[in-house]
């Protein structure tokens, strides 16, 4: 089955002890993003890659990295979490940014982190 | 990329056609129409995307005005799984999606 993978769907974590939320999509697409969702902000773009070992800056990029070593893989790291990224994580792929006919976008289920 | 604006939210009752407006005045000739929506917390579904035509798949159609500074997103045959936040989202071919806020869609029995 086509899908985005993301784990861990739900964590509890502390400031500043350091964090990794793995992506992974076995769908052979190029193109895969973070978003991360907060009550009254809506979808925010943190980063984006267009293929392997190549990543750039979304929206809101501060606190956060990213490495796109495979294909399959996109990485969220926070190195050191404070309490406003407490927040709900999507990652998403599509085949192609560049492609607009492709049109879609596919969403992992999410992750929701909580930073006390 | 063009704004979007869509009413906050909207209701419709199961069985009936659900027709959900967007406003893109500012579009510009090269600028597609996309649609997604978000089931509770769940990650956003693509709906379906279109330039100029009227476009219809298995979950919708896309009606989108002779001037194209608005188009309307129809589910012909709400149920109550289609209770969600629907966006519009207009988008020039070499950027990135951007949402926005969206319509709460209510499904009732």
């Known amino acids: 089955e086509a899908q985005v993978t993301q784990n861990p769907r739900y964590l509890i974590t502390v400031t500043g002890k350091k964090l990794t939320v793995t992506c992974s999509q076995n769908m052979n697409h190029e193109y895969m993003s973070w978003y991360r969702q907060d009550p009254g902000l809506g979808l925010r773009q943190i980063y984006y890659?267009?293929?392997?070992?190549?990543?750039d800056k979304g929206d809101v990029p501060e606190g956060y990295k990213v490495s796109r070593k495979e294909k399959r893989n996109f990485p969220l790291i926070l190195e050191s979490p404070s309490p406003n990224q407490t927040s709900l994580y999507f990652c998403?792929?599509?085949?192609?940014?560049?492609?607009?006919?492709?049109?879609?976008?596919?969403f992992g289920e999410g992750s929701r982190l909580t930073v006390l | 990329d063009a704004k979007t604006t869509q009413p906050p939210s909207m209701d419709c009752a199961e069985g009936r056609a659900a027709n959900l407006p967007c406003n893109h005045s500012?579009?510009?000739?090269?600028?597609?129409v996309y649609w997604y929506r978000q089931i509770h917390s769940q990650g956003p579904q693509y709906i379906i995307h279109?330039?100029?035509n009227n476009e219809t798949n298995e979950m919708a159609s896309l009606i989108i005005t002779e001037d194209r500074k608005s188009s309307t997103l129809i589910l012909p045959h709400a149920t109550l799984r289609d209770t969600a936040v629907y966006y519009c989202?207009?988008?020039?071919?070499?950027?990135?999606?951007?949402f926005g806020k969206g319509t709460m869609l209510l499904v009732s029995p």
């Open positions: 998403a792929s599509s085949p192609t940014q560049w492609d607009v006919n492709t049109g879609e976008l596919f």
């Open positions: 500012t579009i510009s000739g090269n600028e597609y």
């Open positions: 890659s267009m293929n392997v070992e190549v990543t």
């Open positions: 989202i207009v988008r020039v071919e070499y950027s990135t999606l951007t």
């Open positions: 279109g330039l100029k």
